[in-house]
């Protein structure tokens, strides 16, 4: 790894500071060969810090340190993306990341769609709210309802109408969120399954 850093007259880079597990951003600090060397060597991510003056290990007093898991270099080899497994929240103000963001999986549009139901499920208005209406039937209801849209799934692949096979399949993944959440359950405690059996 060739890093540049004599592009800038501090001789730091940025390290932008991402989770392995979210993709989420974390936060950014800088880094001098000596703050990788000891990020390397330590396995904790540790920073230049500009206002100290020194080395600085995160966590070093909080006790929420950064693993490191990987690092890579981008294509002017002057910036790090420093992918880790952080041990409690990364901002000194005590939230997730250093943006007062939640550091939690994001599936696009599905973790909408996921705080959508909830939301519905929660306000519990079932005269105005499909989600709510099924869902107060109970959990039997719907396990039966994904399995209705499941069959009609299976009937459309069979044809050769590909707007219907979708819209089926859109509303076959709309009600197995529903189960999911009727379980206790949320998608990311199924992607976290299927990471442990790739990983076999």
């Known amino acids: 790894m060739n890093i540049n850093f004599n592009k800038n007259t501090d001789g730091l880079v940025p390290a932008i500071i991402q989770d392995v597990k979210t993709k989420n951003v974390l936060m950014l600090g800088y880094m001098n060969k000596e703050a990788l060397e000891k990020t390397k060597a330590s396995g904790l991510v540790t920073f230049f810090s500009r206002t100290k003056k020194r080395l600085w290990t995160k966590g070093e007093e909080s006790g929420n340190v950064l693993h490191l898991i990987d690092i890579k270099l981008d294509c002017d080899s002057d910036t790090l993306l420093?992918?880790?497994?952080?041990?409690?929240?990364?901002?000194?103000?005590?939230?997730?990341?250093?943006w007062n963001e939640k550091n939690k999986a994001s599936f696009g549009f599905l973790s909408t769609l996921e705080d959508v139901i909830t939301s519905r499920i929660e306000n519990a208005d079932t005269q105005k709210s499909y989600v709510a209406s099924l869902f107060a039937k109970g959990i039997n209801k719907v396990a039966q309802k994904v399995g209705e849209e499941a069959v009609e799934v299976v009937i459309e692949a069979k044809d050769n109408n590909d707007e219907l096979f979708l819209e089926e399949s859109s509303d076959l993944l709309f009600h197995y969120l529903m189960l999911l959440q009727a379980k206790n359950f949320k998608l990311n405690d199924v992607v976290s399954v299927l990471e442990k059996r790739h990983t076999k």
Do not use: A, E, F, Y
Not at 82 to 98: E, I, L
């Open 82 to 98: 420093v992918s880790v497994n952080p041990k409690g929240p990364t901002c000194h103000k005590g939230s997730d990341t250093c």
